[in-house]
């Protein structure tokens, strides 16, 4: 008999099942966050909670991503990614049970920290793993477009599959869904994922990571309590201080050493800190038109969860369709037209909303979400672009991953901010004043629009390039990109971007050219 090669190749096949398992960590993270949006009023009706404490629910999950993503970044480069990815998935699938069974909201907040930093372990590093497990650049293109993918998935099943749970199950069910799923990608992680680790991790930096801590729960916890405990109070005051004093030590201190956790020296270049603002403004209009949507659609409205759910899909739909083409918009012509795009739409939808009222058409509601997507799906390639244009390959991976914190914190303060101007704005029981105190919030969000379409023609101009160019000189150039690590430092969005074919080591192609010395 004559051997025949298999239609498939037993290696490739375990690859396939490597991104198999990252992609369902991916999907598991994105699911609870925009499923636990869809359980908010369940758990406003069940723990007697307030607005704030509704705020402290998303946030205490996002604050925990934004302050230890880096830090889970640098230490799976420097310990090993398959048994910090095990530990995230262990972490996140037991705050998922504690979370399902907390007593009080307390308690409840608390839970969704652990599930944050559990999650911090995940993404970033499930991305490394993927780029370590496919050698050749087309499949790794190809294997990174699937997990770009699954985040549109994840999106519109969010909010469909949370409003099936809590309806059928009490929102606390939103929270069972994470346990098999985290156990089943933990005990394939075992016997598939093979450890790596960073050729050259970077060093430990503990004082910068309590100070980027500090700022943000300083600034986040000011922000929130500040709208009932008052903006004048003693508390209010001295986090706002404290959180000052933090943001001017961090550079101070960063830029002494050799390998700064934040280095300050980025921010001088104007692409970079147009995509590090842009990140903060897209994310938080996000996060803020999530949390103020779902109070309004089912508070005021009297939708139940899985109509508040089915309503924002045509939102969700749009995010995946726009990332496709953002993709290759910002490949071939550069991040300005889709930030533009983006930033028009993300205006266009939220000024819709400026005149929301209890009675506002449904059709006007679903044109508003179908323009908001679209324009938040736009805008996570080109910032990625702008991340890492001009700097030196060795610098790259680093400048993304602060972008994609940059993306957390936007999350963190868009429910802070937007959720403190209803509270401070409300006048009586919220399901009777939420629309008239939100109309400041919806011009907000036209406001984040504008900027983001101001960013993208102010940061992408020749001088601005230039000067980027410069910055980049000032860093040594390695031999190559792959010396560099430049997609094994998290370099590909892991928030909601999509990479293409046409993309290398998840960077369109005129980034990579724009960046080798």
Same mark, same amino acid.
């Given at each position: 008999m004559i051997a025949t090669e298999p239609d498939v190749d037993p290696a490739h096949r375990r690859r396939l099942l490597v991104l198999a398992v990252c992609c369902l960590s991916?999907?598991?993270?994105?699911?609870?966050?925009?499923?636990?949006?869809?359980?908010?009023?369940?758990?406003?009706?069940?723990?007697?909670?307030?607005?704030?404490?509704?705020?402290?629910?998303?946030?205490?999950?996002?604050?925990?991503?934004?302050?230890?993503m880096m830090l889970a970044g640098s230490t799976a480069d420097r310990i090993g990614r398959r048994r910090v990815f095990q530990a995230g998935l262990a972490l996140f699938t037991v705050g998922s049970l504690l979370c399902s069974r907390a007593p009080g909201l307390s308690w409840l907040v608390a839970f969704r920290v652990v599930q944050g930093l559990g999650a911090s372990m995940l993404n970033p590093v499930a991305l490394s793993i993927i780029t370590s497990t496919f050698p050749d650049a087309r499949q790794r293109a190809r294997a990174i477009g699937v997990w770009g993918a699954t985040v549109g998935v994840s999106l519109t099943l969010g909010p469909v599959v949370g409003g099936l749970l809590v309806g059928s199950a009490g929102w606390r069910a939103v929270f069972w869904i994470n346990i098999p799923v985290g156990l089943l990608a933990l005990a394939l992680s075992a016997v598939l994922i093979s450890e790596s680790k960073a050729a050259t991790a970077r060093r430990r930096d503990p004082v910068g990571q309590v100070l980027v801590l500090t700022v943000l729960a300083s600034l986040i916890f000011a922000i929130i309590e500040g709208s009932h405990r008052g903006y004048g109070s003693a508390l209010i005051v001295g986090l706002l201080v404290l959180a000052a004093i933090a943001a001017v030590a961090l550079p101070l201190y960063e830029r002494r050493r050799g390998q700064p956790l934040v280095d300050p020296v980025f921010f001088r270049s104007i692409p970079f800190t147009g995509a590090f603002i842009t990140a903060i403004t897209a994310f938080l209009a996000l996060s803020g038109f999530l949390f103020l949507n779902t109070l309004y659609l089912q508070d005021v409205r009297g939708y139940s969860a899985l109509e508040a759910g089915l309503l924002t899909v045509p939102m969700a739909v749009g995010t995946a369709i726009a990332s496709t083409v953002s993709g290759r918009l910002t490949a071939t012509h550069g991040p300005r037209p889709p930030l533009v795009a983006a930033g028009v739409l993300v205006a266009a939808g939220a000024l819709l909303l400026t005149g929301l009222?209890?009675?506002?058409?449904?059709?006007?509601?679903l044109v508003a979400y179908l323009l908001f997507g679209c324009g938040f799906g736009l805008?996570?390639?080109?910032?990625?672009?702008?991340?890492?244009? &001009?700097?030196?390959?060795?610098?790259?991976? #680093?400048? /993304?991953?602060?972008?994609?914190?940059?993306? %957390?914190?936007?999350? @963190?303060? &868009?429910?802070?901010?937007?959720?403190?101007? #209803?509270? /401070?704005?409300?006048?009586?029981?919220?399901? %009777?004043?939420?629309? @008239?105190?939100?109309?400041?919030?919806?011009?907000?969000?036209?406001?984040?629009?504008?900027?983001?379409?101001?960013?993208?023609?102010?940061?992408t101009t020749a001088r601005a390039t230039a000067g980027a160019a410069r910055i980049a000189a000032r860093f040594p150039a390695p031999r190559s990109v792959v010396d560099a690590g430049l997609v094994d430092?998290?370099?590909?969005?892991?928030?909601?971007?999509?990479?293409?074919?046409?993309?290398?080591?998840?960077?369109?192609?005129?980034v990579v050219r724009r960046i080798q010395p």
């Open positions: 991916l999907l598991i993270t994105v699911i609870d966050a925009t499923a636990v949006n869809v359980a908010l009023p369940a758990v406003q009706r069940d723990l007697n909670a307030q607005v704030s404490g509704l705020q402290w629910v998303i946030d205490g999950y996002t604050l925990a991503i934004a302050g230890f009222s209890p009675g506002t058409a449904q059709p006007l509601l805008v996570n390639a080109p910032i990625t672009s702008m991340a890492v244009a &001009g700097m030196p390959p060795a610098q790259a991976g #680093v400048s /993304a991953a602060i972008t994609t914190t940059a993306r %957390q914190i936007g999350n @963190s303060l &868009g429910v802070a901010v937007l959720g403190s101007i #209803v509270t /401070a704005h409300a006048r009586g029981p919220l399901h %009777q004043g939420f629309t @008239s105190a939100s109309h400041l919030a919806w011009w907000i969000l036209a406001g984040c629009g504008a900027l983001i379409a101001a960013l993208g023609i102010l940061t430092a998290g370099l590909v969005d892991t928030g909601l971007g999509q990479a293409g074919e046409n993309e290398v080591h998840g960077l369109p192609r005129g």
